[in-house]
């Protein structure tokens, strides 16, 4: 694993680092929810990138915890953690990384290191959604053993935490 990738808890000033990754290094649908309007990285798309971390992450009781991912100290990504509800104890972790990181192992560094926070913070399950063409994400949860089952247009991987791989 890579020795020089790391998760930090996103704050507000970490936010605006993370918009500045985003901008320069993924599309606006790679990294939020689809808003109605041009392509690109519009003002409106900025400050609705903004407002759904605010409200998500960095709420007065937040519905996720999200992370920047760091190589070094540059901000490359992010990476949360999420509650499922009604399912105890589960978490479902998701991730982005800029295009002009793929490919190099920071996306498996930060898998392993969503499962140990998750397993550290006391979960039992960490859960997984991709879509069938995401191959990237196939490889990484095939890395540690999990094989993802594919329902639809929706591929889903369930990682047991309780069993230490």
């Not at 000033?13 to 993924?26: I, M």
């Not at 606006?28 to 689809?34: A, N, Y």
Request: hydrophobic share 45%; glycine share 8%.
């Amino acid at each position: 694993m890579r020795s020089d990738v790391t998760l930090r808890l996103l704050d507000h000033a970490l936010l605006e680092e993370l918009l500045r990754t985003a901008v320069a290094d993924a599309d606006p649908g790679e990294v939020m929810p689809p808003l109605p309007g041009p392509p690109g990285w519009t003002a409106a798309r900025r400050q609705a990138f903004e407002r759904f971390h605010r409200s998500r992450s960095l709420a007065a009781d937040p519905v996720e915890r999200t992370f920047a991912v760091l190589v070094d100290r540059t901000v490359v990504g992010a990476a949360r953690l999420c509650p499922v509800a009604d399912t105890p104890a589960t978490v479902e972790a998701g991730l982005w990384i800029g295009r002009s990181h793929r490919g190099q192992g920071i996306g498996g560094a930060v898998l392993d290191l969503l499962v140990r926070r998750a397993r550290a913070d006391g979960s039992a399950a960490l859960i997984v959604h991709t879509t069938p063409d995401n191959t990237a994400v196939h490889r990484l949860i095939t890395r540690i053993g999990i094989a993802p089952r594919r329902q639809g247009d929706a591929v889903t991987a369930h990682v047991d935490l309780t069993v230490t791989r």
